[in-house]
Each structure stands twice: as C-alpha cells, then as structure tokens.
C-alpha cells in the first residue's frame, strides 16, 4: 500500500466565519472563497487543509448529523516566540474567538494556549520556551 496523508478536512456550519478565523492565523486564502462550498488552501509542505460546510458533507452522506462535543481533533500552529502565542491568542480572544487554555509555560518547554474555531476545533497555538 502506497496511500500518503494529503490533507485535514474541516466540516463547518458557516465558512465565512471559518475562513475567516484562519486568515488571522496567517492563512493566505482568497476573500471570494467566503461564499464557496469548498475550499482547498495548500500549506507548506504540500499538505491541504480542506473546508466544506455542512451541506456538501449531507450531499453524500444525508445521514451525516453535527458531532456533539469536542475534542477528537486540534490544529496546533507554531508561533516565532513566546510572545506571539500571547499576541494571537488575545487578538483572537479579542475579536471575539473562544479562548481555552489561556497562554502558559509547559513543563515540556513551550509557550502554549489554545483557543476553538467558529465550530468548536481545538487551535493549539506553541512557541519554544525563551
């Protein structure tokens, strides 16, 4: 078997505000992509990360329903330095996102904080310790 990891999908209620989200986070993806039903952004690498609002997903699969709950899954973004990770989370938590983890100094020697996107995803934003 030669199957290689391509990408991560996200599944979202409203994309407008998903995208929008990710664009603070330094995601360069196109204003017109607000209204699409899909959207493909290819991070360095070559990795994708992939939205499609709830719709399409039901659009081949109608038994598919909203998860309940959280958890399952985060994105973790890394920062240039301690002081970014508290610079985004507030401007995020600012702009109204839900804050989780407010920044701290882990045992594992990182600056850490995580925050959840407009549908509930973990966003782990680290930095190595100064």
């Known amino acids: 078997m030669n199957a290689r990891f391509d990408?991560?999908?996200?599944?979202?209620?409203?994309?407008a505000a998903s995208l929008a989200f990710y664009r603070r986070l330094g995601l360069d993806i196109p204003a017109g992509a607000d209204s699409e039903p899909h959207v493909e952004h290819a991070l360095p690498g070559g990795t994708r990360i992939l939205w499609d609002t709830e719709?399409?997903?039901?659009?081949?699969?109608?038994?598919?329903?909203?998860?309940?709950g959280g958890g399952r899954a985060d994105l973790a973004f890394a920062c240039d330095s301690p002081d970014e990770v508290d610079r985004v989370y507030e401007e995020l938590v600012a702009a109204g996102y839900a804050g989780h983890l407010k920044p701290f100094d882990a045992v594992w020697g990182q600056r850490?904080?995580?925050?959840?996107?407009?549908?509930?995803?973990?966003?782990s934003l680290f930095a190595a310790s100064a």
């Not at 990408?7 to 994309?15: A, E, H, K, R, Y």
């Open 7 to 15: 990408s991560i999908g996200l599944i979202v209620s409203d994309m």
């Open 55 to 68: 719709e399409v997903i039901r659009s081949f699969d109608p038994d598919w329903t909203r998860p309940q």
């Open 112 to 123: 850490y904080a995580t925050l959840h996107d407009p549908d509930g995803v973990g966003v």
